[in-house]
């Protein structure tokens, strides 16, 4: 991880090891800490430029801390007590890997309303936290998390509006790659949490594995 103050350049020449597997260099071409040009009020602290033009770029330090402290929360409820949405199609894949390593509950395509708040439902579930990609594609599964005040872990770029969003994640959640670095740095972290994985072990999937490609959109 970057000092604080540290410089990278804007082509990510960075070599250090975020992971044992992969290196800030990799992390960056995942275009994972590139932000919008609009930015909301509560996401400025997360910003660490702008560049010329308007874009804002996300600190990465703060991507990996708040990734630290949502597998530390996901953890200690149990991955089968958290449920994980995203009505975006390139997150589907990310969502499923995720699930598919830390045991935690997939809900894909369109949130049912009442998933979480009417237990006549057949797919009703009770989660002890809710993991969305977007705050406002994800805006059912916040309402209904936070009328019954389970916490929500968001994903937020820098133009969400984090109303009722109890931890942040700030990263990109519009590209393919980001969304797949976010998840597999946090199923990663989970893991490490469970004390499933080692920090020196290797992943069963790698980032590429965990990317949503063009072709299996549904």
Avoid: H
């Avoid at 082509?11 to 260099?25: D, F, I, L, P």
């Avoid at 009505?87 to 997939?106: D, H, I, N, S």
């Avoid at 994903?155 to 519009?174: E, F, Q, W």
Wanted: hydrophobic share 40%; with cysteine; proline share 6%.
């Amino acid at each position: 991880m970057l000092e604080e103050n540290e410089s990278v350049d804007e082509e990510g020449s960075a070599e250090r090891m975020v992971t044992t597997e992969v290196t800030e260099k990799a992390l960056f071409s995942s275009g994972i800490r590139i932000g919008s040009v609009a930015k909301t009020s509560y996401m400025r602290k997360f910003i660490a430029t702008t560049r010329q033009g308007g874009l804002n770029i996300i600190d990465i330090n703060k991507t990996l801390e708040r990734i630290d402290i949502a597998a530390k929360m996901i953890a200690r409820v149990g991955p089968k007590n958290v449920i994980v949405y995203s009505r975006k199609p390139y997150a589907q894949k990310p969502v499923e890997k995720f699930c598919e390593l830390t045991g935690a509950t997939p809900v894909l395509k369109r949130f049912l309303p009442g998933t979480i708040t009417n237990p006549l439902l057949k797919n009703y579930f009770e989660p002890e936290i809710v993991l969305v990609s977007d705050p406002f594609y994800d805006k059912q599964a916040i309402d209904e998390a936070s009328s019954l005040g389970i916490p929500v872990i968001a994903i937020c770029n820098t133009d969400n509006v984090v109303s009722n969003v109890d931890l942040i994640i700030p990263a990109n959640n519009n590209g393919r790659k980001a969304l797949a670095a976010v998840y597999w740095l946090l199923a990663r972290s989970v893991l490490i949490a469970l004390k499933l994985l080692q920090p020196n072990e290797p992943m069963k999937y790698s980032i590429d594995d965990f990317e949503t490609k063009p072709e299996e959109e549904s």
